[in-house]
């Protein structure tokens, strides 16, 4: 019985940006107050935890990275409610407090609580849960995921279906709605529209799926490497553009492909040159792009400022619009009735121990995902 005590376990630890992750011995706090102790069952790699591995974002190290994780309860700290020792649960990047300003306005997610803009890399009450030879550890995104054990926030984890195929369904807990959410609920895609989609990746493709599912007529899909075209195809992109290899730059293309520039442009990559790409791509009047790329702490965004009159709308858009403990155990029970199906991004599972076979997967670009299994 764990219950009340320090668990000594696996994780992995960035001890310092661009160092290789090292799989230590950690020791994992019991849950204080408002808090809950999860056993990790799966973890995707998404785009956010290579940003802050490359100290593109502002972190502090040494951390256990990960946010895309599936687990089951092991314990809670006082006053905890929505959740029980036993429950699978998703954590959550974005958390939903519930209180704050953005969790009571009807349409804000953003919550206060978050830790991503900035990274303070600890919980709540200031101090972390996690050490290692004595030495105190970080966490990432107030969600680590990289660990056989982690603690969060109450307002970071939701339950779940007790029937969702905990292999495969972390993805529910940040890169499906981040792309599906974006196409769906906040860019409302229309049917009969064109769109070009910047980034083939696990967020990319899920922005595929939900224009496809939205109706779109003509998807462009935009990225660097070739590997992504054929899975992308499968998904619904129409036509692929692999920008180095075009005469001019890309968003010259698309206007010539569309004529009229694209209803909906999407950025699913984090930089700011395809940020700026796919906002010349959109329809000059009725235009609209958004940005669901992580941009590195410190960039500006540029953009011609007359044509901002024409009409056209620039929208960021974390983890889909979606106030995220109220919407994503419906997304897993949408996958359990077969009305979405992330499948398709589930493209390699591997041991936690295999991590670095994983991240190379992730790096060469042959995975959509590849889920790390605890
Ligand atoms: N032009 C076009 N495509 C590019 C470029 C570029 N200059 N640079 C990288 N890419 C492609 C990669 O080849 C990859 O297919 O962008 C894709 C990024 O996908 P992933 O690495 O799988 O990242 P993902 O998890 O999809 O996240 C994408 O969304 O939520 C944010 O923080 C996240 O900024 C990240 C973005
Ligand atoms: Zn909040």
């Known amino acids: 019985n764990t219950l009340g005590k320090t668990i000594t376990c696996r994780a992995a630890i960035a001890w310092a940006k661009n160092s290789p992750l090292l799989i230590e011995e950690v020791q994992v706090e019991p849950p204080k107050s408002g808090e809950v102790r999860i056993k990790m069952i799966s973890s995707g790699i998404c785009g956010s935890d290579d940003h802050v591995l490359k100290g593109e974002l502002v972190v502090n190290f040494p951390l256990i990275p990960g946010h895309e994780g599936a687990g089951i309860v092991e314990s809670v700290g006082d006053g905890v409610c929505s959740v029980k020792p036993g429950d699978k649960v998703l954590i959550l990047i974005i958390p939903q407090c519930r209180e704050c300003d953005a969790c009571l306005h009807p349409k804000g997610n953003f919550c206060d609580k978050q830790d991503v803009l900035p990274c303070s890399g600890v919980m709540l009450d200031g101090t972390s849960?996690?050490?290692?030879?004595?030495?105190?550890?970080?966490?990432?995104?107030?969600?680590?995921?990289?660990?056989?054990?982690?603690?969060?926030?109450?307002?970071?984890?939701?339950?779940?279906?007790?029937?969702?195929?905990?292999?495969?369904?972390?993805?529910?807990?940040?890169?499906?709605?981040?792309?599906?959410?974006?196409?769906?609920?906040?860019?409302?895609?229309?049917?009969?529209?064109?769109?070009?989609?910047?980034?083939?990746?696990?967020?990319?493709?899920?922005?595929?799926?939900?224009?496809?599912?939205?109706?779109a007529c003509r998807i462009i899909g935009v990225d660097i490497n070739e590997e992504k075209f054929p899975r992308a195809r499968a998904l619904g992109v129409t036509d692929c553009l692999n920008p180095n290899k075009l005469e001019k730059p890309v968003q010259e293309v698309v206007m010539e492909m569309t004529g009229v520039g694209v209803d909906f442009a999407f950025e699913a990559i984090g930089l700011i040159?395809?940020?700026?790409?796919?906002?010349n791509s959109c329809n000059n009047s009725y235009g609209v792009c958004l940005i669901a790329g992580l941009a590195p702490s410190d960039a500006q965004l540029s953009l011609e400022a007359p044509k901002i009159l024409s009409g056209k709308t620039l929208k960021g858009v974390c983890l889909g619009d979606y106030k995220t403990r109220d919407c994503i155990p419906q997304i897993v029970t949408d996958y359990l009735q077969n009305k979405i199906n992330i499948d398709p991004l589930v493209t390699y599972q591997l041991p936690f121990n295999q991590l670095h076979e994983a991240l190379e997967l992730f790096h060469s670009g042959?995975?959509?995902r590849c889920v790390l299994l605890f």
């Open 273 to 279: 040159d395809t940020m700026v790409a796919a906002w």
């Open 129 to 215: 849960r996690f050490s290692c030879r004595g030495q105190k550890i970080y966490h990432s995104f107030r969600t680590s995921s990289f660990t056989e054990y982690t603690v969060v926030p109450e307002i970071a984890t939701v339950k779940i279906d007790d029937a969702a195929p905990m292999d495969k369904v972390c993805l529910i807990s940040c890169g499906f709605p981040t792309g599906y959410g974006a196409a769906v609920n906040s860019a409302k895609v229309t049917p009969g529209s064109t769109c070009v989609v910047f980034g083939l990746g696990g967020v990319g493709s899920a922005i595929v799926m939900g224009c496809k599912a939205s109706g």
């Open 366 to 368: 042959k995975a959509i």
